[in-house]
Nanobody, 119 residues
Framework: QVQLVESGGGLVQAGGSLRLSCAAS????????MAWYRQAPGKQRELVAT???????NYAGTVEGRFTISRDNAKNTVYLQMNSLKPEDTAVYYCNANIVVVTTRYNYWGQGTQVLVSS
């Protein structure tokens, strides 16, 4: 069993910064692509950023230039550095990972961490 545990959410004023972390734990697994999604109240979950095992990144247009996704493969951890936060960034942020356990590929989600940006 693999678990993704997120941390780093909270309340911040507009223009501020937060750093989210998501650590994978378990046995006999390897991680392929990782991503961050978010879901605002009353809206569908949307993709924020992705990063491959080789470090190639992609961002949603709404966050490009403000958010940075990175990963530490040795720690099985993905990060999301969020700068110049806006009230519209308020959402529950979810970590996602494509993980191979032994020989089977799974898609795992974290429990979510709340980000609240005040104006």
């Amino acid at each position: 069993q693999v678990q993704l545990v997120e941390s780093g959410g909270g309340l911040v004023q507009a223009g501020g910064s937060l750093r989210l972390s998501c650590a994978a734990s378990g046995r006999h697994f390897s991680i392929n692509a990782m991503a961050w999604y978010r879901q605002a109240p009353g809206k569908q979950r949307e993709l924020v950023a992705t990063i491959t095992s080789g470090g190639t990144t992609n961002y949603a247009g709404t966050v490009e230039g403000r958010f940075t996704i990175s990963r530490d493969n040795a720690k099985n951890t993905v990060y999301l550095q969020m700068n110049s936060l806006k009230p519209e960034d308020t959402a529950v942020y979810y970590c996602n990972a494509n993980i191979v356990v032994v020989t089977t590929r799974y898609n795992y989600w974290g429990q979510g961490t709340q980000v609240l940006v005040s104006s």
